[in-house]
């Protein structure tokens, strides 16, 4: 059945206060009925996502105590509410399922939130399984081995702005603060295919930092189907402009299980002008395995103009092809914009996040490439967690012999 298409003026008289200023912006794009639909669905959904900012004053129910008798506290049920509704938005901005929330992993994020803001743990080095940092008196040898646990597994995010707990989320999504360039790492867990639920966390040091955590790396998630093939972002079909454009943010395609072992050429073409461009920077970060995903590639738009309301067809060689279309999903901010498309560029700050060549890097490909056959066992899989611990990875030797003798 063909589609009416509709220019954007249209658009704007027939859903005013979404597109309200779209048809300054771009008024010879072309939407389908099917895509207004779907773009004012994803804006109204934003739009209700609450934008409240946080600080050491309302992010938590019960206020931790970060030195002698020590206590992680507990977060405003607000914060993770909110943290976890940004999540499961952005998933479905991709077609996948929601996640839960894990009871027991929000309080090991917790108590490692509060372990790494007790020790004001430094923001600018790898911080997962916090290689660098001495235990102090006052944390038990117990708490500080979870702590490491659970920041080897984890998310992790740190800034000193009064941020919303949706900013820390749309941090990780972009990938623009990853110390370690383009393999976004953190983009790919939070968009798993495989994923089911997290735990949250976040306290704030006396440096003025806050420490966020989000348990990524579930080792029960390894042994999940995935709920579909490709995950790409921008997603096919619709993608919000915001999270498109910006200095550091790359784009990728993740492929849940199959492999591509080379960095193949991606062209991009703008469908409304016909012009293509070559992808640059074209990485292949499959061996990392984030997310569980079989294959990872990540590469810059490079110098093609992004555009509210073109669409783009990828044609990343020989692997895959797909088109998406640009809407501005922040209603609020469409009144404010000039009849020239804008750069989204994110506004200069401190370093937000510190992620490295750790275990969410190395981890979770090694335990896929070893556990991939192996059945679901609770029991297992808690020691399987334990063994991740230390520099004790040699060749992937000590977990499979650790798994074999465990059989």
């Known amino acids: 059945m063909l589609l009416r298409k509709f220019s954007i003026a249209a658009i704007a008289l027939i859903i005013a206060a979404p597109f309200s200023g779209l048809s300054q912006t771009t008024q010879a794009a072309t939407f389908t009925s099917t895509e207004v639909k779907q773009v004012h669905h994803f804006q109204n959904q934003y739009s209700d996502l609450s934008k409240t900012e946080y600080d050491a004053n309302n992010i938590y129910a019960q206020k931790p105590h970060l030195k002698r008798k020590f206590k992680e506290g507990v977060l405003a049920p607000a914060y993770i509410n909110d943290q976890l509704a940004y999540i499961n938005y952005y998933r479905s901005l991709f077609g996948l399922n929601p996640i839960t929330e894990n009871k027991t992993a929000e309080k090991n994020a917790q108590k490692t939130a509060a372990v790494m803001a007790a020790i004001n743990?430094?923001?600018?080095?790898?911080?997962h399984g916090l290689?660098?940092?001495?235990?102090?008196?006052?944390?038990?040898?117990?708490?500080?081995?979870?702590?490491?646990?659970?920041?080897?597994?984890?998310n992790l995010n740190f800034n000193v702005n009064n941020e919303s707990a949706g900013d820390v989320v749309t941090d990780l999504i972009t990938d623009r603060y990853n110390l370690t360039g383009s393999d976004t790492g953190h983009r790919a867990w939070l968009l798993s295919s495989r994923l089911s639920s997290t735990g949250i966390g976040a306290a704030y040091?006396?440096?003025?930092?806050?420490?966020?955590v989000e348990k990524v790396l579930n080792v029960n998630d390894i042994f999940r189907e995935a709920s579909q093939p490709v995950v790409a972002y921008p997603s096919a079909r619709i993608f919000p402009i915001e999270l498109a454009k910006g200095e550091n943010v790359a784009w990728s395609l993740y492929l849940s299980d199959k492999t591509v072992n080379k960095n193949p050429?991606?062209?991009i073409t703008d469908e409304d002008t016909g012009k293509s461009y070559s992808g640059t920077h074209v990485e292949n970060y499959s061996d990392s395995a984030f997310g569980n995903f079989k294959s990872i590639i990540t590469y810059s738009p490079g110098a093609t103009p992004i555009v509210v309301g073109h669409q783009y067809?990828?044609?990343?060689?020989?692997v895959y092809k797909y088109s998406f279309k640009l809407f501005e999903q922040d209603t609020a901010q469409i009144a404010n914009q000039e009849a020239t498309?804008?750069?989204?560029?994110?506004i200069a700050s401190l370093q937000k996040d510190a992620h490295s060549n750790s275990a969410l890097f190395d981890q979770s490909a090694k335990l896929s490439a070893t556990l991939?056959?192996?059945?679901?066992d609770p029991v297992k899989n808690g020691k399987y967690l334990d063994a991740l611990k230390g520099k004790q990875w040699q060749n992937n030797f000590f977990i499979n012999r650790f798994i074999f003798q465990n059989d």
């Open 121 to 127: 743990a430094n923001p600018f080095v790898n911080q």
């Open 131 to 154: 290689p660098g940092d001495k235990r102090p008196a006052f944390v038990g040898k117990s708490l500080w081995k979870l702590a490491q646990d659970t920041s080897e597994t984890s």
């Open 205 to 212: 040091g006396s440096n003025g930092y806050r420490y966020s």
């Open 265 to 267: 050429k991606v062209t």
């Open 313 to 318: 067809e990828i044609n990343v060689d020989g």
């Open 341 to 346: 498309p804008q750069s989204y560029q994110p």
């Open 372 to 376: 991939k056959q192996k059945k679901n």
